[in-house]
């Protein structure tokens, strides 16, 4: 049975003409409270045993596990064991808090795994401080039955000669050219350090994969150069890009940035990067404008007239893209607008919540926008469930002709939302005060 408030909705309505019943002896009073009290402690029983089973999971099995093969078998149990509890519960902010705290973990284990093995392969501990974070749905705490690597990596500076023999040789052979391996005499500390965590990603990317974090298509990812490196090479891209428009990172990439979260180590080094690269962005008021022109300008998938604008042939004949028509716009224009207002909360619904506060938006327009993303979410996860046949490939597609009334009518209520909030932010901030 659900632990939700539909088990005392359901007393109410049940016992309306006995709540009214001002006649009704005590002990009728009791045996039907009593009623009440035992369905109460069924739920919580059933909530406290679910609540041990994921600390047996989480603490014990994850935190102990000595193989990728072990870490691999717990993340399926929890994928499993959140697919049955979604579809008991049908809560998605449960599903996102369940990911996080079990994803965390099994990602700090592969980290902690992968640490050992750069030590037994002769490579050495890591030689600074580094921080591992999360971004996209990860640094959102927005995750779902299918996830995969969107990583950054900082570490701290290391003038020292760090570099153990095994770590000289084995850059010197990454790094070399036809002729051979470059000289070991000629590796710098910075070349060396950077070196090292290039291995570290490398293992790390390939290690998640083992255990079912899928690698990012995009190349989000720390084994990719322009995802990891020092707090002072960090500062540079952002530099280069938002005030030369130029260097390695691309607009995108900035807009990605916006949702890290530290995963594993000094989370201080991304605190202490993030305030720089927020006071950056915010601004740079050129930068700010185009990234809002983007946001309000993704199309939604209704049509002029309320229909559905869907794909004419191919593999996804009859379906559209809700993640791209109908939940990215709502990401990104929550994003944007709560850039704008300082706010540099990353989850979706707390940056809902705190426009909220500021009354920035209003209440309806809170509880629509709340309701929006309930709605696209939970078909994207249901979507999910049901392709895990066909390996995801048609996760993001829906079918709108296969719904209900009532269903069509809740994913135009979503868009009709996700538009008037577009809307919102062009007269605000495109057509208001100049940015």
């Not at 019943?21 to 029983?45: C, F, P, W």
């Not at 909530?47 to 072990?70: D, G, K, M, Q």
């Not at 079990?102 to 902690?112: F, K, P, T």
Request: glycine share 6%.
């Amino acid at each position: 049975m659900p632990l939700n408030f539909s088990i005392i909705e359901s007393f109410i309505n049940e016992h309306q003409e006995d709540m009214k019943n001002k006649a009704m002896l005590r002990h009728d009073r009791y045996r039907i409270l009593s009623e009440l009290g035992e369905t109460l402690q069924t739920v919580l029983k059933d909530y406290e045993v679910f609540e041990t089973e994921l600390n047996a999971l989480v603490i014990e099995t994850i935190h102990n596990a000595t193989s990728y093969e072990t870490l691999l078998e717990c993340h399926e149990r929890a994928v499993s064991g959140v697919e049955n509890f979604f579809l008991e519960e049908d809560t998605i902010v449960d599903v996102h808090n369940l990911f996080r705290i079990i994803r965390d973990r099994i990602a700090n284990r592969v980290l902690d795994l992968v640490e050992e093995e750069m030590v037994e392969e002769g490579l050495g501990k890591p030689p600074v401080e580094y921080v591992w974070a999360g971004l996209g749905s990860e640094g959102r705490d927005e995750q779902t039955m299918v996830t995969d690597q969107d990583n950054m990596l900082i570490y701290s500076e290391c003038d020292d000669d760090f570099a153990t023999p095994g770590l000289r040789q084995r850059y010197s052979e990454m790094t070399g050219v036809a002729g051979g391996p470059i000289s070991l005499e000629t590796l710098e500390p910075k070349r060396l350090l950077d070196g090292y965590f290039e291995i570290f990603a490398r293992k790390a990317s390939d290690r998640l994969n083992e255990v079912g974090f899928e690698k990012c298509k995009g190349g989000v990812m720390p084994v990719n150069a322009r995802w990891r490196g020092s707090v002072p090479d960090w500062k540079k891209r952002i530099e280069e890009r938002i005030t030369y428009n130029k260097g390695i990172f691309e607009p995108l990439d900035i807009i990605i940035l916006t949702d890290a979260r530290a995963v594993k180590g000094d989370s201080a080094l991304l605190a202490g990067f993030l305030e720089y690269f927020f006071a950056m962005l915010t601004n740079s008021k050129h930068v700010m404008k185009e990234f809002v022109q983007s946001a309000v300008l993704m199309p939604s998938a209704l049509t002029f007239f309320g229909g559905f604008k869907v794909e004419k042939e191919g593999e996804h004949k009859d379906r559209f893209n809700i993640k791209v028509m109908g939940w990215s716009p709502l990401i990104l224009s929550v994003r944007m607008l709560s850039l704008s207002n300082g706010i540099f909360e990353t989850n979706t619904l707390k940056r809902i919540g705190i426009l909220r506060e500021r009354n920035i938006i209003k209440k309806d327009m809170e509880n629509s926008l709340i309701d929006a993303y309930f709605t696209f979410v939970r078909y994207r996860i249901i979507n999910q469930i049901n392709s895990r046949d066909e390996g995801g490939k048609s996760s993001n597609f829906l079918r709108p002709d296969m719904l209900g009334p009532d269903e069509q009518e809740k994913l135009r209520r979503a868009m009709k939302s996700v538009e008037a909030f577009q809307k919102l932010i062009q007269e605000t901030l495109l057509f208001g005060q100049p940015m």
